[in-house]
Each structure stands twice: as C-alpha cells, then as structure tokens.
C-alpha cells in the first residue's frame, strides 16, 4: 500500500513536471503572446511626454499619449530609493530578479494559509517586467500565465541592465493614478516640483502611493496618505536607511502638498493649445524632410516658448483679484430690480432655444466657478444659466513689439469649464479703434495740432443721428491730440469725414484687421468688430515705428538630451505698414491719453509710474470694456465682457474701459514694477522723440469767441505784421499753458 502511493505521488510528480514543461514551453514558444528577447529588451524606449517651458525654463505644460517625463538615476534622491528598496523589495540588491524567499513565503502564507497581510512576492525588476509590457487576459490561466512571463522578463532585465538601470526604469514606468506615470510626473502632479528637489517624507508619501494609488492618494484621501507615509519611513528605519530619532521627528510632519495639475489648472492653458498647433505644424515640416519620425505627444521633446512666467502670473493675479471685485458687483446688480427682470427674459430665451423649457427647474449637483474656488451645488438649469449669462468674461495678451515674441496670453477665466480663448472673440471695438482713425489721418497728412469741430452734429443723411460726448460737452474745437486722448466723439466723427475712407480701409486691413469697414461715420466710435489678437498686432506696429509684426510662440524646440531641431530665427522681416512719422506722433498722443486722458488712473490711483500710451474702449451701454497700452519694449491688451453685451453693468464707474479693463493691466503691471528684472525687461518707458512731442504743443481746446476775437484784432490792427501776428498767437497759447497753435492756422513754425 505504502509503495502504491510511492509510486502514484511520482507519477502525479512526473505529470505535473510534464504539464509544467508543457506549459513553459507554450509560454517560451509565444503561444501566449510574444515574450521579449534579450535584444529586444535592450532597445525598449518608453514613450515619453513633451516637455513645455516658459522663456525662463519653468514647466507650463505637457503633450502626451501617457503622462510620463524620463529622469536618469543621478536625479533620483538617494531617500527616494531608500525608500522604494525598503519597502518593495529589501533584498533587492542581493537577488538577481527573483526573490526565492519571497516567493516561497507567498506560496505558504498567502496560498497554503490564506493569510491576507502575508504580502506580495514580486520584486521591483518583475515589477518592472510588468509595468514595461502590462498584463493580459487568458482567462483562468491569467495568472500564472502573467507572473510566468514577468520571471522569465527579470531574469533577462537583470542579465543586461545594472541595478541602477532597472531602479531608474521601473520609476519611471510606475503608475501613481490620475493618468500620471513615472517618478517625475508624480513629483510634479503632488509637490510642483523637480525630483531631485524632493524631500525624505514626500519620497515617502510618493512610495507609499505604489501600494494603490488612489486610496493612497495625498489629495483624494489625506488621512490614508499620511498613515501610508508612516509606514515607508518605518520601513526605512528597519532596514537602517533612518535613525530612530529621524524617523519619529519626520512621522510628526504634517502631509503639505502644492498639488499641480498642469492639464486643468496649468498656468498658461489656453496659451497651450496655440503651442500645439504651431508644435505640430513645425514637427509636421521637419518630418517631411527628416528620416525621424518626431511625436509630439510620444517623443519626450523640450519645447522652449517666449512665454514670460513671471508676467503670466501676474496677469493671473490681476484677473482674480479684480474680476473677482467686479463679478462681484454684477452679481449684486441682476439680482433686483429691473436687471433681474431683463435677465429672466433672456434666460427663458436661452432656455427655448435650448429646447429645456420643461426641465427648467430639475435641480442637480454641478460645479460651480467661482473666483475664490470651485463649488458644488444642487442648482437647477435655470439657475445654471443665470449664472453662465452674468459671468465676466475677459482676455489679456502681451507680446514683445519689436519681434512678437508672446509674453503673457490668458485666454479666460477658467479653462477647464470657459474653454474658448477670448483673445480670438470678436466684439465691437470702441474707442480703442480711434487709433487706427488717427492713424490713417495721419498718413493722410494731418496733425496732432490739427483742430476738429466740437459743436452739435445732426447728420440727416444716417437717420439724424447725433453723436454725443462721453461727458456731453459741446462747443468750441478741440486739437486732434486732445480729442484722442479725451476720447471725444463729435470730433472723432469730424475727422471721419475729412479723410478718405478708402485710404482709411487700406490702414486698417494694412494693420491686419480680418472683418471688412462700412463707409458709415459710426465706423469712427469702433462699430466694427476685431479680436484682442488683431488689436494687439495693430498696436504694436504704432510702438515699433509702423511695422507689422507676427506673434510668436515657440523659440526652440530640442530633443531630450539636448539637441536642437528647430529655433525661431531671430531676424525675420517686417512689412512696414504706417510712417515711422505717424507711429511717432500717435504714440505721442496716446501717450498724452494716458497721462492726462482716459488712462490717467495708471499712475494716480494704480502707481505704475513707467510711460506709457494706451487707450481705453467702452462699447454702447458698457457692453465690452477695452484697454491697450504700450511702451517701446512690451504691448499689452485686455478686454472685459459678458458672454452677450445685453448683460452689462449700468454705470460707467463699473463698466468703463478705464473701471473695467484698466485695472487688469494696471494690476499686471504693478506687480512687474516691483520685480527689478521684469521693471528691467519690460517698464522702462517710452522714449518718444521729441519733434513728435512738440508736435503736440497746442492747446487742446479753443472757443469760438476766442478763435473769432484773435482773427478781428488782427484784421482790425492795420500795423499787424505776420511777425506781430506770431507774437500775439505765442502770448494766446502761454495763457493755455501750451505752446504756440500758430503754426496748425498759418502752417509756419513759431
């Protein structure tokens, strides 16, 4: 009987060592999939994510099919692998691939006593193995199939790589959820920051996350994170990495994150898509002509932007800051009232046309933007909509005038749920047009000291419509300077008509303008619709003395280790498009805006103490709020405004370009002002010439009493010479505390 079973349990042996054989040979032979060759394993390349940088090298952004940026093993911190040793794999650095103890320990506790806690067997290299290739399905024999393969893969990865290798590639495959891969990734996602800057107990936290990485998430779930952590460091002083004192003084730290994520809260998210779209078409070129194949989402390229990091966040800064004032205060405005009544009509308009008339009032949990965060709430559609139709909208966009080199871009107040870029909406544009107005009567041959009829305008031939002042003055003429820097409209309107308007049509699309001019005088308040992108460009060529320049994105793009593949060339040619003569008397003006005229708020009330010009915009009924100014080293523009004009705030103390956009670049700029390198960079003033500032040496308004007593005393005045003549003009513009306009009446100098 005793023999009986002797010879069964070998034969059962023999069985089981032929199916056992059987099934090695299945697995080597690629009947359960391909099992990689030595070689094979030498050329493994994980695909790696492009890396976008900001002009001072800070990461702004990814491109990636899998979140994943590669480090060697001289970044990784030395507690960082510490860390992972002593708590994945204690004898990692003794076994070679597979840990027999281990192994035997899970098939007695784990397999032969169910003992839950007993542990896994796997070392770091088969893990490895199976971050690098994945697991597949082949039903029951899923198992056994995926742990076979992942031995045969550590026991080949150990023969060919080093240990530090197969430590530096297994961080970087790892996953840490949240679509995040790699040690460098995970280090930036939770604590903004490199790898190598890691700290002992971030190590820790990062480690103890590859237990399961979302229930051992720092931001979902701080409590689990934190007692994880302890356990590493634990982990850590058992196998002598950490002194008992270190340990207990780092378990009582509390878990500090600086969570980051760069694909919904990155600091230039709508400056990213323009990334990706001239990335890919630079690529796109270079593969055409290249025998490599260049993936922007897959090839681990550093992409080097012209975005300034800095100026970027104080944009950012400026738009919470005061958007958040001003939502604010239009919140409170159509809450009551006949506001609120206006509001409900477009709202059951909204709701029509949405076809949500009956679900009006079915109330869900949603997400709500706010700017001191993100809330949610159980609120219905309709009141969804009142939120969406009262929401400030606004744009920004600074760029370099003299090579276009884009230094801020912020596309919205939120990317994640207001993903259309601003900068690109089309909206009426004011007052800011009356530049390009001056502009063309400029090259037309007029002069700042030119003077514009002020008096009551009814023009019959467009319905009798009469423009009128912002402050309702009538009377007198005011010099084209300060009918520009006061933002007079009867003036303006003059000027529209004593200029050519196809010369004026051929200015504006010289300027780059896409929407086509009506030959109506209305054209001249800024009827015509533009974008904050063309307006910018148009402004910058009156600071770069009439050229019109391209924005630009991108300055180099280069390989991981460093090689170039594309870089922006520095001299590019420019279309002149406006008189350096005209550039120079405009700016003259519009600086004269700023310091005296809408702008003046800059210095007195924001204490941006650089010169600069600029002109606000207000649209009818303070529908769009508009301001631009510029210097010769940096051109910023902002725009301000509601999803429809119809909402809009009543007063202009709230909805003016001077109240409602101003600030955002008064804001930027004063933040830019106290940093010595930006102040350097970007504020250090206009330097107009001064024939073009003399040029303004007029007074700016003139009554018509006065204009008519100076003509009869010099007619009446049988002795007055031209000489005595210029005299008495001279004396006449001392009392207005300007120079001479003498020379605007009879075309002579003083």
């Not at 159980?378 to 909208?393: C, G, Q």
Request: aromatic share 10%; net charge positive; glycine share 6%.
């Amino acid at each position: 009987m005793k023999r009986k079973l002797i010879v069964f349990f070998v034969k059962l042996s023999l069985l089981g060592l032929l199916l056992f054989g059987i099934f090695l040979g299945c697995i080597y032979s690629g009947v359960f999939g391909h099992v990689f060759s030595e070689n094979e394993l030498k050329e493994f390349k994980n695909e790696t994510a492009s890396l976008v940088v900001s002009d001072q090298g800070k990461l702004i952004g990814k491109f990636f099919a899998d979140n994943r940026t590669n480090v060697s093993y001289k970044q990784l911190p030395a507690d960082l692998v510490n860390a992972l040793v002593a708590t994945e794999d204690a004898r990692y650095f003794e076994h070679e691939g597979v840990d027999s103890r281990s192994l035997l320990r899970v098939l007695v506790k784990s397999i032969i006593l169910q003992q839950k806690s007993a542990g896994g067997g796997s070392t770091i290299t088969q893990q490895l193995a199976k971050n690098m290739f994945g697991r597949k399905h082949y039903g029951f024999l899923s198992m056994p199939v995926n742990k076979t393969k992942e031995i045969i893969l550590a026991y080949r990865l150990e023969s060919i790589y080093s240990k530090e290798d197969i430590l530096t590639l297994y961080l970087n495959t790892v996953p840490f959820g949240e679509n995040v891969l790699g040690i460098e990734a995970a280090a930036h996602r939770f604590f903004n920051k490199r790898v190598e800057k890691l700290k002992i107990e971030e190590s820790a936290v990062l480690i103890g996350m590859l237990k399961a990485n979302t229930y051992y998430n720092p931001r979902l779930y701080p409590d689990h994170a934190l007692g994880r952590r302890n356990i590493v460091l634990e982990q850590m002083e058992t196998y002598g990495y950490l002194t008992e004192d270190k340990t207990d003084q780092l378990q009582k730290l509390p878990l500090k994150l600086d969570y980051a994520n760069l694909e919904s809260e990155g600091p230039a998210n709508y400056y990213l898509v323009q990334i990706r779209k001239e990335a890919s078409k630079i690529l796109a070129a270079l593969n055409r002509r290249s025998d490599t194949v260049y993936d922007l989402k897959k090839s681990g390229l550093i992409i080097e932007t012209t975005l300034d990091y800095d100026l970027q966040q104080y944009a950012l800064g400026a738009f919470k800051s005061h958007l958040g004032k001003m939502q604010d205060r239009l919140n409170r405005q159509y809450a009551r009232g006949t506001d609120k009544a206006l509001l409900d009509v477009l709202v059951k308009k909204e709701l029509k046309r949405l076809q949500l008339e009956d679900l009006a009032d079915v109330k869900k949990v949603r997400e709500v933007f706010t700017w001191n965060g993100f809330t949610s709430d159980s609120i219905s559609i309709r009141d969804s909509l009142v939120l969406n139709l009262t929401l400030l909208h606004a744009g920004l966009i600074a760029m370099d005038p003299n090579d276009g080199f884009i230094k801020a871009w912020v596309g919205g107040i939120d990317f994640r749920t207001q993903p259309y870029d601003q900068i690109f909406a089309q909206r009426q544009t004011a007052s800011a047009f009356k530049p390009i107005l001056y502009a063309s009567a400029l090259e037309q041959g007029a002069m700042p000291c030119h003077y514009l009829d002020n008096n009551k305008l009814v023009l019959q031939d467009y319905d009798d419509w009469q423009p009128q002042n912002y402050d309702h003055s009538l009377g007198g003429k005011y010099s084209m300077a300060a009918s520009l820097s006061r933002s007079m409209n009867i003036p303006t309107v003059n000027l529209f008509f004593q200029q050519d308007f196809d010369l004026l049509s051929s200015t504006w699309k010289a300027l780059g303008f896409s929407q086509e001019l009506n030959n109506k005088p209305s054209v001249a308040l800024g009827t015509t619709t533009a974008s904050l992108y063309e307006m910018a460009i148009s402004y910058a060529a009156f600071a770069n003395s009439g050229k019109r320049i391209v924005p630009v994105f991108i300055k180099e793009i280069k390989t991981a280790d460093g090689r170039s593949l594309y870089r922006h060339p520095k001299a590019v040619l420019q279309e002149s498009v406006l008189k350096e003569s005209t550039s120079g008397l405009l700016t003259a003006m519009l600086e004269k805006a700023v310091k005296e005229g809408t702008g003046r708020s800059m210095s007195n009330i924001y204490g941006v103490r650089s010169s600069l010009a600029g002109k606000t915009g207000t649209s009818q009924d303070y529908g769009d709020a508009w301001f631009l100014a510029y210097n010769n080293d940096l051109v910023i523009a902002t725009r301000v405004g509601a999803s429809y004009p119809v909402v809009h705030f009543r007063k202009g103390s709230d909805g003016s370009g001077s109240a409602l956009a101003l600030p955002l670049i008064a804001k930027t700029l004063q933040q830019a002002q106290k940093n010595s390198t930006l102040k350097s960079k970007y504020l250090r003033g206009l330097n107009t010439s001064d024939r073009y500032s003399e040029a303004l040496a007029c007074v700016d308004h003139i009554d018509d009493s006065d204009i008519e007593k100076f003509f009869d005393d010099i007619f009446r005045d049988k002795n007055m010479t031209f000489e005595k003549a210029s005299k008495k003009a001279k004396k006449q513009a001392k009392k207005g505390k300007r120079k001479s306009w003498f020379k605007r009446v009879f075309g002579k100098k003083d």
